[in-house]
């Protein structure tokens, strides 16, 4: 997705300003997950949502430790069973034409993770996929830090969906990068 760096700012900044970009840093991330789940609500195909508290059983997270991606794909366990802990998915998708329930977890793309954050970032997508059809019965810029198939990045994305969510979300990012230079301009 778009990427925000000091350097784009035109200047070095200390201070109250690297307080406000440092501020501004962790709520971008949480900018273009909207963006990107309201271009698609903008969709005829696509009923998006997020939920904020996906229950991983215990059988799921003991199955992705033993198991590989492969098998993990082909996997279904049953949602709700035995909840162990919960997890945040940025974005759950459900695509009419092709009837596809799918999760995201949505990343800026703005540098690489620490083996300990992609372990459990990993471990959370892989979680939500041997539970994803089950939850779905029941309810009805970029660096790529993650692997594929478990990840996309911005030029993948208006043809992952069939539909053109990149403009929008640049949008969000072109305003907030604007604003934010008039909030630094200010202070």
């Given at each position: 997705?778009?990427?925000l760096?000091?350097?784009?700012?035109?200047?070095?900044?200390?201070?109250?300003?690297?307080?406000?970009?440092?501020?501004?840093?962790?709520?971008h991330?949480r900018?273009?997950?909207?963006?990107?789940?309201?271009s698609?609500r903008?969709?005829?195909r696509?009923?998006?949502?997020?939920?904020?508290?996906?229950?991983v059983s215990r059988a799921?997270?003991?199955?992705?430790?033993?198991q590989s991606?492969d098998?993990?794909?082909r996997?279904t366990?049953?949602?709700g069973?035995?909840t162990?802990?919960?997890?945040?998915i940025?974005?759950?998708?459900?695509?009419?034409?092709?009837?596809?329930?799918r999760?995201?977890?949505?990343?800026?793309?703005?540098?690489?993770?620490?083996?300990?954050?992609?372990?459990?970032?990993?471990?959370d997508?892989l979680?939500?996929?041997?539970?994803?059809?089950?939850?779905?019965?029941?309810f009805?810029?970029?660096?790529?830090?993650?692997?594929?198939?478990?990840?996309?990045?911005?030029?993948?994305?208006?043809?992952?969906f069939?539909?053109?969510?990149?403009?929008k979300i640049?949008?969000?990012n072109?305003?907030?990068?604007?604003k934010?230079h008039?909030l630094?301009?200010?202070?």
């Open positions: 997705m778009g990427q760096s000091v350097g784009d700012l035109g200047q070095n900044y200390s201070g109250a300003y690297t307080s406000i970009v440092s501020s501004a840093y962790k709520r991330g900018i273009l997950e909207t963006a990107l789940r309201e698609l903008d969709s005829n696509h009923r998006v949502w997020q939920e904020g508290a996906f229950k799921a997270d003991q199955l992705v430790n033993s991606d098998e993990c794909r996997t366990l049953p949602y069973d035995s162990i802990r919960t997890i945040q940025d974005m759950i998708a459900f695509d009419d034409a092709d009837q596809t329930l999760a995201y977890e949505v990343k800026r793309g703005n540098g690489q993770f620490d083996a300990g954050k992609i372990r459990s970032i990993r471990r997508l979680c939500a996929q041997v539970l994803l059809k089950s939850y779905g019965e029941v009805n810029y970029g660096i790529r830090s993650i692997p594929k198939p478990w990840s996309l990045v911005k030029e993948e994305l208006d043809e992952h069939g539909y053109p969510v990149t403009p640049e949008q969000a072109d305003y907030f990068r604007a934010l008039e630094l301009e200010a202070a």
